[in-house]
Protein backbone atom coordinates (compact mmCIF):
# COMPACT_ATOMS: atom_id res chain seq x y z
CA UNK A 1 0.00 0.00 0.00
CA UNK A 2 1.76 3.46 -0.95
CA UNK A 3 0.85 6.38 1.47
CA UNK A 4 2.01 9.82 1.08
CA UNK A 5 2.48 11.47 4.39
CA UNK A 6 2.56 15.39 4.03
CA UNK A 7 3.72 17.65 6.69
CA UNK A 8 2.55 20.88 5.55
CA UNK A 9 3.85 23.99 7.67
CA UNK A 10 3.44 27.82 7.44
CA UNK A 11 5.56 28.47 4.18
CA UNK A 12 6.98 24.87 3.76
CA UNK A 13 5.64 21.76 2.58
CA UNK A 14 7.21 18.17 3.51
CA UNK A 15 6.84 14.74 2.22
CA UNK A 16 7.46 11.05 2.39
CA UNK A 17 6.17 8.22 0.00
CA UNK A 18 6.12 4.88 1.77
CA UNK A 19 5.62 1.49 0.56
CA UNK A 20 3.74 -0.08 3.30
CA UNK A 21 4.03 -3.55 2.76
CA UNK A 22 7.51 -3.31 3.42
CA UNK A 23 7.38 0.27 5.90
CA UNK A 24 9.90 1.79 3.45
CA UNK A 25 10.23 5.41 2.30
CA UNK A 26 10.37 5.23 -1.90
CA UNK A 27 11.33 8.99 -2.02
CA UNK A 28 10.83 12.04 0.33
CA UNK A 29 11.14 15.93 -0.51
CA UNK A 30 10.36 19.69 0.60
CA UNK A 31 9.25 22.37 -1.26
CA UNK A 32 10.63 25.24 0.67
CA UNK A 33 9.52 29.45 0.60
CA UNK A 34 5.81 28.97 -0.50
CA UNK A 35 4.63 32.06 -1.15
CA UNK A 36 7.39 33.72 -1.04
CA UNK A 37 10.30 34.31 -3.61
CA UNK A 38 13.29 32.14 -3.97
CA UNK A 39 10.66 28.78 -3.54
CA UNK A 40 12.81 25.53 -4.19
CA UNK A 41 11.91 21.81 -4.03
CA UNK A 42 14.19 19.36 -2.30
CA UNK A 43 13.53 15.51 -3.69
CA UNK A 44 15.43 12.18 -2.99
CA UNK A 45 15.11 9.21 -4.16
CA UNK A 46 17.45 6.69 -3.99
CA UNK A 47 19.85 7.88 -2.03
CA UNK A 48 20.17 11.14 -5.17
CA UNK A 49 19.18 14.70 -3.61
CA UNK A 50 17.65 16.76 -6.77
CA UNK A 51 17.49 20.28 -6.12
CA UNK A 52 14.74 22.54 -8.30
CA UNK A 53 14.06 26.33 -8.15
CA UNK A 54 10.32 26.43 -8.46
CA UNK A 55 8.02 29.48 -7.60
CA UNK A 56 5.39 28.00 -5.30
CA UNK A 57 2.39 31.10 -4.70
CA UNK A 58 0.01 28.64 -3.05
CA UNK A 59 0.16 24.65 -1.06
CA UNK A 60 -1.53 23.95 -4.09
CA UNK A 61 1.61 24.82 -5.92
CA UNK A 62 3.72 22.72 -3.57
CA UNK A 63 1.03 19.60 -4.05
CA UNK A 64 1.71 19.83 -8.08
CA UNK A 65 5.40 20.07 -8.04
CA UNK A 66 5.14 17.16 -5.53
CA UNK A 67 3.11 15.17 -7.77
CA UNK A 68 5.37 16.00 -10.86
CA UNK A 69 8.71 14.83 -9.24
CA UNK A 70 6.87 11.57 -7.77
CA UNK A 71 5.87 10.86 -11.66
CA UNK A 72 8.70 12.26 -13.41
CA UNK A 73 10.57 9.53 -15.40
CA UNK A 74 14.13 10.14 -13.44
CA UNK A 75 13.09 11.38 -10.44
CA UNK A 76 9.81 9.56 -10.11
CA UNK A 77 8.70 6.07 -8.20
CA UNK A 78 5.17 5.62 -9.59
CA UNK A 79 3.57 6.43 -12.75
CA UNK A 80 0.41 8.20 -11.87
CA UNK A 81 -0.67 9.57 -8.37
CA UNK A 82 -3.63 7.11 -8.98
CA UNK A 83 -1.46 4.44 -7.44
CA UNK A 84 -0.88 6.23 -4.15
CA UNK A 85 -3.57 4.37 -1.50
CA UNK A 86 -3.87 7.17 1.12
CA UNK A 87 -2.65 10.27 2.35
CA UNK A 88 -1.65 10.40 5.86
CA UNK A 89 -1.40 14.60 7.22
CA UNK A 90 0.47 15.66 10.59
CA UNK A 91 -1.73 18.55 11.46
CA UNK A 92 -0.83 20.47 14.68
CA UNK A 93 -3.91 21.26 17.12
CA UNK A 94 -6.30 18.95 17.26
CA UNK A 95 -8.03 21.11 20.42
CA UNK A 96 -10.03 19.01 22.76
CA UNK A 97 -12.13 17.76 19.64
CA UNK A 98 -9.17 14.94 18.74
CA UNK A 99 -7.87 12.68 21.04
CA UNK A 100 -6.36 10.03 18.29
CA UNK A 101 -5.89 9.85 14.26
CA UNK A 102 -8.94 10.50 11.85
CA UNK A 103 -10.83 9.90 8.75
CA UNK A 104 -10.88 13.41 7.16
CA UNK A 105 -14.26 14.45 6.34
CA UNK A 106 -16.24 18.06 5.94
CA UNK A 107 -16.83 17.81 9.81
CA UNK A 108 -13.36 16.80 10.37
CA UNK A 109 -12.22 19.54 7.87
CA UNK A 110 -14.28 22.28 9.99
CA UNK A 111 -13.08 20.99 13.20
CA UNK A 112 -9.51 21.34 12.04
CA UNK A 113 -10.54 25.07 10.97
CA UNK A 114 -11.71 25.69 14.33
CA UNK A 115 -8.52 25.09 16.20
CA UNK A 116 -7.18 27.96 14.15
CA UNK A 117 -6.87 30.06 17.18
CA UNK A 118 -4.92 27.41 19.15
CA UNK A 119 -2.68 27.45 16.17
CA UNK A 120 -2.66 29.83 13.78
CA UNK A 121 0.57 29.37 12.07
CA UNK A 122 -0.12 25.74 11.05
CA UNK A 123 -3.65 24.38 11.30
CA UNK A 124 -4.74 26.59 8.44
CA UNK A 125 -1.40 25.59 6.17
CA UNK A 126 -2.41 22.06 7.35
CA UNK A 127 -6.26 22.35 5.90
CA UNK A 128 -4.91 24.00 2.55
CA UNK A 129 -2.22 20.70 2.43
CA UNK A 130 -5.60 18.65 2.84
CA UNK A 131 -7.13 20.29 0.09
CA UNK A 132 -4.72 20.77 -2.37
CA UNK A 133 -4.50 16.76 -2.10
CA UNK A 134 -8.14 16.55 -2.90
CA UNK A 135 -7.81 18.61 -5.97
CA UNK A 136 -4.92 17.45 -7.43
CA UNK A 137 -5.62 13.44 -6.02
CA UNK A 138 -9.30 13.26 -6.50
CA UNK A 139 -11.11 11.57 -3.89
CA UNK A 140 -8.32 9.44 -1.93
CA UNK A 141 -9.00 8.55 1.35
CA UNK A 142 -6.95 11.21 3.83
CA UNK A 143 -6.24 10.71 7.29
CA UNK A 144 -5.55 13.52 9.71
CA UNK A 145 -2.69 12.52 12.78
CA UNK A 146 -2.14 15.25 15.73
CA UNK A 147 0.35 16.49 17.65
CA UNK A 148 -2.10 17.37 20.98
CA UNK A 149 -4.27 14.15 20.28
CA UNK A 150 -1.68 11.84 22.36
CA UNK A 151 -1.82 14.20 25.38
CA UNK A 152 -5.88 14.01 25.38
CA UNK A 153 -5.54 11.83 28.47
CA UNK A 154 -3.95 14.40 30.73
CA UNK A 155 -6.40 15.09 33.71
CA UNK A 156 -7.63 18.63 34.76
CA UNK A 157 -4.80 19.33 37.52
CA UNK A 158 -2.27 18.97 34.69
CA UNK A 159 -3.48 20.48 32.07
CA UNK A 160 -4.98 23.81 33.61
CA UNK A 161 -3.46 26.54 33.97
CA UNK A 162 -3.83 28.49 37.11
CA UNK A 163 -5.40 31.56 35.40
CA UNK A 164 -9.24 32.84 35.79
CA UNK A 165 -11.21 29.70 34.93
CA UNK A 166 -13.48 31.75 32.35
CA UNK A 167 -10.38 32.12 30.08
CA UNK A 168 -10.29 27.90 29.91
CA UNK A 169 -14.06 28.06 29.36
CA UNK A 170 -14.32 30.97 26.69
CA UNK A 171 -10.93 30.68 24.97
CA UNK A 172 -10.27 26.50 25.59
CA UNK A 173 -7.00 28.31 26.65
CA UNK A 174 -5.15 24.77 28.74
CA UNK A 175 -2.25 22.75 28.16
CA UNK A 176 -2.14 20.76 24.87
CA UNK A 177 0.96 19.54 24.47
CA UNK A 178 2.62 18.57 21.15
CA UNK A 179 5.05 15.89 19.81
CA UNK A 180 2.45 13.44 20.40
CA UNK A 181 3.09 10.56 17.73
CA UNK A 182 6.58 10.33 18.80
CA UNK A 183 6.02 10.31 22.60
CA UNK A 184 3.11 7.48 21.73
CA UNK A 185 5.59 5.64 19.34
CA UNK A 186 8.55 5.99 21.40
CA UNK A 187 6.56 4.71 24.85
CA UNK A 188 5.49 1.50 22.70
CA UNK A 189 8.86 0.93 21.46
CA UNK A 190 10.46 1.14 24.39
CA UNK A 191 8.02 -1.90 25.95
CA UNK A 192 8.77 -3.57 23.24
CA UNK A 193 12.59 -3.33 23.45
CA UNK A 194 12.08 -4.47 26.89
CA UNK A 195 9.96 -6.97 26.66
CA UNK A 196 7.79 -5.78 29.36
CA UNK A 197 4.23 -4.60 29.00
CA UNK A 198 3.27 -0.90 28.42
CA UNK A 199 0.39 -1.10 30.49
CA UNK A 200 2.54 -1.58 33.96
CA UNK A 201 4.86 0.69 33.22
CA UNK A 202 5.63 4.78 34.57
CA UNK A 203 7.93 6.55 31.81
CA UNK A 204 9.61 10.18 31.43
CA UNK A 205 9.75 10.33 27.23
CA UNK A 206 12.21 13.01 26.41
CA UNK A 207 11.84 13.91 22.73
CA UNK A 208 14.75 16.36 22.11
CA UNK A 209 15.44 18.13 19.02
CA UNK A 210 15.05 21.34 17.55
CA UNK A 211 11.84 21.70 19.59
CA UNK A 212 11.99 19.56 22.75
CA UNK A 213 9.45 18.20 25.14
CA UNK A 214 8.83 15.72 27.54
CA UNK A 215 5.59 13.93 28.69
CA UNK A 216 4.87 11.69 31.75
CA UNK A 217 3.04 8.49 30.16
CA UNK A 218 1.86 6.07 33.19
CA UNK A 219 0.41 2.77 31.67
CA UNK A 220 0.58 3.89 27.89
CA UNK A 221 -1.17 7.24 28.70
CA UNK A 222 0.05 10.71 28.84
CA UNK A 223 -0.70 12.39 32.49
CA UNK A 224 1.68 15.12 32.16
CA UNK A 225 3.84 17.16 29.18
CA UNK A 226 5.58 20.09 29.24
CA UNK A 227 4.78 21.74 26.20
CA UNK A 228 1.57 23.65 26.65
CA UNK A 229 -1.09 25.70 24.55
CA UNK A 230 2.04 26.04 21.98
CA UNK A 231 4.90 24.56 21.73
CA UNK A 232 6.32 27.57 23.05
CA UNK A 233 6.03 25.96 26.84
CA UNK A 234 8.98 23.46 28.66
CA UNK A 235 12.48 23.25 27.80
CA UNK A 236 14.75 25.51 26.87
CA UNK A 237 15.26 24.52 22.70
CA UNK A 238 16.92 25.30 19.61
CA UNK A 239 15.46 29.17 19.34
CA UNK A 240 12.61 29.05 21.80
CA UNK A 241 12.77 30.12 25.14
CA UNK A 242 10.87 27.51 26.98
CA UNK A 243 8.99 28.55 30.15
CA UNK A 244 9.70 31.99 31.92
CA UNK A 245 7.98 34.13 33.87
CA UNK A 246 5.13 35.35 32.16
CA UNK A 247 5.97 38.76 33.40
CA UNK A 248 9.11 39.31 31.11
CA UNK A 249 6.94 40.18 28.09
CA UNK A 250 5.51 43.23 29.92
CA UNK A 251 8.71 44.28 30.93
CA UNK A 252 9.86 44.09 27.52
CA UNK A 253 7.47 45.55 26.00
CA UNK A 254 7.71 48.71 27.70
CA UNK A 255 11.67 48.53 28.10
CA UNK A 256 12.37 47.51 24.46
CA UNK A 257 8.87 49.34 22.91
CA UNK A 258 7.55 46.31 21.52
CA UNK A 259 4.60 44.46 20.69
CA UNK A 260 3.31 41.73 22.71
CA UNK A 261 3.76 40.11 19.34
CA UNK A 262 7.41 41.09 18.94
CA UNK A 263 8.34 40.09 21.82
CA UNK A 264 6.74 36.67 21.79
CA UNK A 265 8.04 36.36 18.14
CA UNK A 266 11.97 36.61 19.62
CA UNK A 267 10.52 33.96 22.81
CA UNK A 268 10.27 31.71 19.54
CA UNK A 269 12.87 32.38 17.11
CA UNK A 270 15.41 34.35 18.97
CA UNK A 271 15.79 32.54 22.13
CA UNK A 272 16.34 29.34 23.94
CA UNK A 273 19.86 27.94 23.09
CA UNK A 274 20.14 30.53 20.58
CA UNK A 275 19.61 33.15 22.59
CA UNK A 276 21.85 32.23 25.40
CA UNK A 277 25.03 31.05 23.39
CA UNK A 278 24.41 33.80 20.53
CA UNK A 279 26.44 31.41 18.25
CA UNK A 280 23.65 28.82 16.86
CA UNK A 281 20.35 26.80 17.40
CA UNK A 282 22.50 24.10 16.24
CA UNK A 283 23.84 21.60 19.17
CA UNK A 284 26.57 20.37 16.75
CA UNK A 285 27.50 23.79 16.48
CA UNK A 286 27.08 24.54 20.14
CA UNK A 287 29.02 21.23 20.68
CA UNK A 288 32.10 22.54 18.17
CA UNK A 289 32.26 26.05 20.04
CA UNK A 290 31.67 24.48 23.66
CA UNK A 291 35.31 22.56 22.07
CA UNK A 292 36.80 25.92 20.80
CA UNK A 293 36.22 27.45 24.26
CA UNK A 294 33.20 29.20 23.91
CA UNK A 295 31.74 29.91 27.37
CA UNK A 296 28.31 31.03 26.59
CA UNK A 297 28.01 28.15 23.82
CA UNK A 298 29.01 25.93 26.83
CA UNK A 299 26.16 27.60 29.23
CA UNK A 300 23.60 27.05 26.86
CA UNK A 301 24.42 23.62 26.75
CA UNK A 302 24.21 23.26 31.13
CA UNK A 303 20.96 25.34 30.92
CA UNK A 304 19.49 22.96 28.51
CA UNK A 305 20.87 19.72 30.44
CA UNK A 306 19.90 21.03 33.76
CA UNK A 307 16.05 22.14 32.88
CA UNK A 308 15.66 18.65 31.20
CA UNK A 309 16.73 16.63 34.28
CA UNK A 310 14.08 19.22 36.52
CA UNK A 311 11.38 17.85 34.22
CA UNK A 312 12.44 14.51 34.73
CA UNK A 313 12.40 14.73 38.11
CA UNK A 314 9.15 16.37 37.99
CA UNK A 315 7.42 14.06 36.17
CA UNK A 316 9.08 11.09 38.90
CA UNK A 317 7.10 13.08 41.76
CA UNK A 318 4.38 13.45 39.88
CA UNK A 319 3.86 9.91 39.24
CA UNK A 320 5.29 8.55 41.81
CA UNK A 321 7.87 6.89 40.03
CA UNK A 322 9.65 5.72 37.21
CA UNK A 323 10.63 2.64 35.63
CA UNK A 324 11.74 4.01 32.11
CA UNK A 325 13.22 6.84 30.45
CA UNK A 326 13.53 7.31 27.12
CA UNK A 327 15.64 9.67 25.10
CA UNK A 328 14.72 10.02 21.42
CA UNK A 329 14.87 13.41 18.82
CA UNK A 330 18.21 14.46 17.19
CA UNK A 331 19.70 15.67 20.15
CA UNK A 332 18.23 12.67 22.48
CA UNK A 333 19.55 9.75 19.65
CA UNK A 334 22.47 11.23 18.99
CA UNK A 335 24.44 14.32 21.41
CA UNK A 336 25.85 11.60 23.80
CA UNK A 337 27.90 14.26 25.29
CA UNK A 338 24.43 15.57 26.75
CA UNK A 339 23.66 12.69 28.38
CA UNK A 340 25.54 12.34 31.40
CA UNK A 341 25.04 16.25 31.98
CA UNK A 342 21.12 15.07 31.72
CA UNK A 343 21.32 11.96 33.44
CA UNK A 344 24.16 12.27 35.91
CA UNK A 345 22.27 14.10 38.34
CA UNK A 346 19.23 11.81 39.16
CA UNK A 347 21.44 8.52 40.89
CA UNK A 348 18.59 9.77 43.60
CA UNK A 349 16.00 7.90 42.17
CA UNK A 350 18.14 5.16 41.15
CA UNK A 351 19.59 6.38 37.71
CA UNK A 352 22.75 4.37 36.41
CA UNK A 353 24.04 4.99 33.52
CA UNK A 354 26.65 2.45 31.91
CA UNK A 355 28.97 5.32 30.64
CA UNK A 356 30.53 2.96 27.86
CA UNK A 357 26.75 2.04 26.34
CA UNK A 358 25.48 6.17 26.69
CA UNK A 359 28.64 6.84 24.74
CA UNK A 360 27.76 4.64 21.86
CA UNK A 361 25.35 6.31 18.99
CA UNK A 362 23.31 2.96 18.95
CA UNK A 363 19.54 3.43 18.75
CA UNK A 364 16.98 0.91 20.14
CA UNK A 365 19.11 0.18 23.38
CA UNK A 366 19.58 0.49 26.62
CA UNK A 367 22.25 1.95 28.41
CA UNK A 368 21.68 2.21 31.93
CA UNK A 369 23.44 -0.83 34.25
CA UNK A 370 22.26 -3.99 34.93
CA UNK A 371 21.52 -2.80 38.43
CA UNK A 372 19.78 0.52 37.97
CA UNK A 373 16.32 0.64 38.94
CA UNK A 374 15.42 2.78 36.38
CA UNK A 375 16.12 1.54 32.81
CA UNK A 376 16.99 4.64 30.26
CA UNK A 377 17.05 3.77 26.79
CA UNK A 378 17.26 5.51 23.51
CA UNK A 379 14.89 5.18 20.68
CA UNK A 380 14.86 6.13 17.52
CA UNK A 381 11.19 8.17 16.58
CA UNK A 382 10.08 8.34 13.39
CA UNK A 383 6.79 10.73 12.98
CA UNK A 384 6.42 10.08 9.31
CA UNK A 385 6.36 6.55 10.01
CA UNK A 386 4.13 6.65 12.30
CA UNK A 387 1.46 8.83 10.42
CA UNK A 388 1.93 6.33 7.24
CA UNK A 389 1.12 3.38 10.09
CA UNK A 390 -1.70 5.44 11.35
CA UNK A 391 -3.28 6.34 8.01
CA UNK A 392 -2.90 2.73 6.73
CA UNK A 393 -4.68 1.57 9.88
CA UNK A 394 -7.92 3.56 9.44
CA UNK A 395 -8.23 3.13 5.96
CA UNK A 396 -7.86 -0.55 6.00
CA UNK A 397 -10.77 -0.44 8.62
CA UNK A 398 -13.18 1.63 6.08
P1 LIG B 1 15.47 17.24 15.23
O1 LIG B 1 14.67 18.49 15.39
O2 LIG B 1 14.91 16.06 15.97
O3 LIG B 1 15.84 16.94 13.81
O4 LIG B 1 16.88 17.52 15.97
C1 LIG B 1 17.75 18.54 15.57
C2 LIG B 1 18.88 18.67 16.61
O5 LIG B 1 19.50 17.38 16.75
C3 LIG B 1 19.98 19.64 16.20
O6 LIG B 1 20.28 20.51 17.28
C4 LIG B 1 21.18 18.76 15.91
O7 LIG B 1 22.37 19.34 16.33
C5 LIG B 1 20.90 17.50 16.67
N1 LIG B 1 21.43 16.36 15.92
C6 LIG B 1 20.87 15.78 14.85
N2 LIG B 1 21.67 14.81 14.36
C7 LIG B 1 22.77 14.81 15.12
C8 LIG B 1 23.98 14.06 15.13
N3 LIG B 1 24.19 13.11 14.24
N4 LIG B 1 24.87 14.34 16.11
C9 LIG B 1 24.65 15.29 17.03
N5 LIG B 1 23.53 16.04 17.06
C10 LIG B 1 22.62 15.80 16.13
Excluded: W
Aim: aromatic residues 6%.
Amino acid sequence: MLTLVINAGSSSLKYQLFDMSKQTVLAKGICERIGIPGGKNKHTVNGETYEMDYPMNTHFDAIRIVTERLTDPETGVIRSMKEISAVGHRVLHGGQKFSGSVLINDAVLDAIAECIPLGPLHNPANLIGIRACTEVMGDVPQVAVFDTAFHQTMSPKAYLYAIPYEYYEKYDIRRYGFHGTSHRYVSKRAAEILGRPLSELKMITCHLGNGSSLAAIDGGKSVDTSMGLTPLEGVPMGTRSGSIDPAIVGVLCNRESKTVNEVVDALDKQSGVLGISGVSSDFRDLDAAKEAGNERAALALQIFAYNVRKYIGSYAAAMNGVDVIVLTGGIGENNTDLRPEILGGLEFMGVKIDAEKAASREKNVDISTPDSRVRVMVVETDEELVIAMDTVEIVSKQ
